[in-house]
């Protein structure tokens, strides 16, 4: 855990904070992106269902 937070001073000393909170908002409007494509996916993914001829 202490690892974890070593890494976390240096990337605020490196970048700043303004650049890691840009960075966390690109990470969360790509995540919010995956998970639409996800979705969308699911739905084209399931079969259609036949349709009834009733023309005949």
Do not use: C, N, W, Y
């Amino acid at each position: 855990m202490s690892h974890l937070l070593v890494v976390g001073v240096v990337v605020l000393l490196l970048f700043g904070r303004g650049k890691v909170a840009s960075m966390m908002g690109e990470v969360g409007r790509g995540m919010s992106a995956f998970k639409a494509g996800i979705r969308e996916g699911d739905t084209d993914a399931r079969p259609a269902l036949p349709k009834d001829d009733q023309s005949a």
